[in-house]
């Protein structure tokens, strides 16, 4: 564990799609990083209908002490659309200033497939968070089979890479 | 601290985990959101997990692997309680040889079932020991807790969890594998188990005692603690409602009850004293503040208002603030549906084109009830579609009567539709009625579990198959059809207005396995296929086979 002041607030993230589109895919990634890193991380979803088109969200929080598993309204520091018209059903969740991605910023004719956005969103998150991209990408690489691996690293990178920069900037760490 | 041994678990994984490292010999539950993975997770492990037809079942095989001494669990969502409520307040009584935990997984905000009724009070009502979680690390201790309870006091213990401990991931530092406890072994206890009125007396009275014995031994258990704060707040707290309010309220003194049946009132009354003013923060009901007031121990109970849906760390602020002014609505989402290429799809637009009234039941197919079919006119619990059906039927004027279906589908049938075709073929409505079994080959709305009636057990392997038109048939149902539901087809569409003009009791089989797993089925039976079915005896294939 990372030895932190624990009531320093945690890092919220809501990822928000519909069934199918691979939000619980992306989260547990997320949760896997965190949890690499030494983080207390918690992760809430609410499956049952996920299959059937409708909306899907998760909740994630990590940093020192985390106690409820869901993110409360207005503390999102991060919302993740893996669909345009699932930001505004959620938008009430971020904080003032928090930050959206949606999948407008990823250049969809370069994704190796176009199932891998949620993985290409995860890239465009990355470059805001203090975490290692070393480890994105063995999370990326552990959570999909070995056949799939390339492609996924290649949406990855390709989300991650124009906003290398904004780590220089002052990523956030919880 | 040992990062190694660092897991990140859902609560049902954590569950799994405990029952799997105390060396729980037998699970058994039928699937339901958020319980499902409990079973699956455990079968993962190594555990011998099963899905049974019901839970009443499930929870019948539990009491008798405890009887015979093990350690059992039985998993299910919180109306699978009530389906297995008439074992477990008799089995209060008997008590067990070995361990029995019960898993109630309650759903707040019903965000995948029909009620949001606080399964708590069964601990009450059928008078068993309840330990409530608050997240993964403590469903994994906890679950072990259970197990301790249930062989010290020789009582079913309930293990009440909800949605966001269930489904909720949070770092977990397991133990290791124990060997398991002394082998299964009968020892006759014909007065302890055997509960004629004669040996159920004394047995409620044994039950009493246990109880009061459990509520002195609570009084300094470690399940329950206080984390010390503010003298001038004081909060009691339970379950996921333990994680809001510490985080609503992180100056306030919390006492955080995880052995919540029967409550150690003594450890309430003090901390209550010790506080210039306490706010009970519960999910649901008010169980705990009742009970409390019921002492004689004043304390202040959320409004009427947060009985409904989930708390979350804001609605515990609100409470704490004594806001009552009215909530804002969620912004909607988009509501699901049945696949683009749901078979089910052909069914409903038969019943909403020949303008029936549908008695519906509990799955996927709920979804006919949504736009752009609404095909449903009636959900009430599994299996109530054959029931509904010919109450409707048999009151209603004949013009009416005669557009009765009941739409139930196929894990939901086996579950608890059999006892109401039994009821349709002994107290048939005189216009007759139509049953429509829609078969998909697949429990598809938890997650695409197995059941009796796809052949496989719960790990996907070969199993006795129940073949539901031949248990129609034995009924004494004469016309059983079974039809291929396909778009572009009005095979189904005809089979269905000639049922309703027949005035005869009809059983309609809409078999077409699930898109979703249309592969994985293909996978399955070219597997079997290579081996044979290990029901064969001397090379002669059983009826599944053939």
Not at chain 2, 431 to 459: C, F, K, W, Y
């Amino acid at each position: 564990m990372k030895t932190e002041n624990p009531a320093r607030p945690p890092c919220n993230i809501v990822v928000a799609g519909l069934g199918g589109q691979g939000v619980l895919a992306a989260t547990d990634i997320i949760a896997e990083v965190a949890l690499r890193a030494g983080y207390d991380v918690k992760k809430s979803e609410i499956k049952g209908m996920s299959q059937r088109g409708g909306s899907v969200s998760c909740d994630i929080r990590f940093g020192g002490q985390i106690l409820s598993p869901m993110v409360p309204a207005g503390e999102a520091d991060f919302l993740l659309a893996l669909e345009a018209t699932q930001l505004e059903p959620n938008r009430h969740l971020l904080r003032p200033g928090g930050v959206t991605i949606e999948p407008s910023v990823i250049d969809a004719g370069k994704l190796p497939q176009k199932k891998m956005l949620n993985v290409a969103l995860l890239g465009a998150l990355s470059a805001h968070l203090a975490l290692a991209e070393e480890e994105w990408l063995q999370a990326v690489a552990a959570a999909f089979a070995p056949k799939f691996r390339e492609e996924n690293r290649e949406a990855f990178l390709l989300g991650r890479a124009p906003r290398n920069q904004a780590i220089e900037k002052g990523a956030k760490t919880p | 601290m040992d990062d190694e041994n660092r897991l990140l678990l859902s609560g049902d994984e954590a569950i799994a985990l405990a029952s799997w490292h105390a060396g729980v010999a037998l699970g058994a539950g039928y699937p339901g959101t958020p319980s499902t993975e409990i079973l699956e997770h455990f079968a993962r492990l190594g555990g011998r997990a099963q899905w049974s037809p019901n839970e009443k079942v499930a929870l019948e095989v539990a009491i008798g692997a405890a009887f015979g001494g093990a350690r059992a669990l039985a998993a299910m969502k919180h109306v699978g309680l009530n389906v297995a409520s008439d074992p477990l307040f008799t089995a209060a009584y008997t008590g067990v040889a070995g361990a029995l935990v019960i898993v109630s997984a309650d759903d707040p905000g019903m965000h995948s079932s029909q009620n949001e009724q606080d399964n708590r009070r069964y601990a009450v009502a059928a008078a068993v020991p309840m330990l409530e979680p608050s997240d993964s690390q403590e469903a994994y201790d906890f679950m072990l807790a259970a197990i301790e309870i249930s062989e010290r006091w020789k009582v079913p213990v309930l293990l009440r969890a909800t949605t966001r401990v269930c489904h909720s991931y949070s770092v977990v530092r397991p133990g290791s594998r124990r060997e398991a406890p002394g082998a299964a072994n009968f020892v006759r206890d014909l007065k302890g188990r055997v509960m004629v009125p004669g040996n159920a007396r004394p047995a409620h009275r044994r039950l009493r005692q246990k109880l009061a014995e459990m509520a002195e031994w609570n009084e300094d258990c470690a399940l329950n603690r206080i984390v010390p704060g503010s003298k001038s707040l004081g909060i009691i707290a339970s379950g996921i409602s333990f994680m809001h309010a510490r985080e609503a309220a992180p100056e306030a003194s919390v006492l955080k009850l995880g052995f919540t049946h029967p409550l150690p009132m003594r450890k309430i009354a003090d901390f209550v004293a010790g506080v210039q003013s306490c706010v009970v923060i519960e999910e649901g009901d008010p169980y705990l503040a009742e009970a409390i007031r019921a002492a004689g121990i004043a304390v202040q109970a959320k409004a009427e208002m947060y009985r409904f849906g989930e708390l979350d760390v804001a609605r515990v602020r609100r409470i704490l603030r004594g806001d009552t002014s009215p909530e804002a609505a969620p912004p909607p989402g988009k509501p699901p549906q049945l696949c683009d290429a749901c078979p089910y799809r052909v069914v409903f637009e038969s019943l909403r084109r020949q303008n029936c009234i549908v008695a519906g039941d509990i799955g996927c197919y709920t979804l006919g009830a949504l736009r752009p079919f609404e095909a449903m006119d009636s959900c009430v619990c599994m299996g109530a579609s054959l029931g509904v059906g010919l109450g409707l039927r048999h009151v209603l004027p004949p013009e009416q009567a005669r557009r009765v279906v009941s739409v139930i589908g196929d894990s939901t049938f086996v579950h608890s539709g059999i006892s109401g075709l039994v009821e349709m073929a002994y107290n048939p409505p005189p216009g007759g009625h139509v049953v429509i079994i829609l078969d998909n080959s697949t429990t598809a709305m938890t997650g695409h579990q197995e059941h009796p009636g796809t052949g496989r057990n719960l790990r996907h392997e070969p199993a006795g198959k129940l073949v539901i038109e031949d248990l129609a048939r034995s009924c004494g149902i004469r016309r059983v059809q079974v039809i291929e539901p396909r778009s572009g087809s009005d095979a189904f569409d005809h089979a269905l207005a000639e049922a309703l003009k027949s005035g005869q009791l009809a059983v309609l089989i809409a078999r077409k396995p699930c898109v979703l797993i249309a592969r994985q089925l293909k996978e399955y039976e070219q597997r079997d296929a290579e081996q044979p079915c290990p029901c064969h005896e001397n090379g002669e294939p059983c009826a599944a086979a053939v």
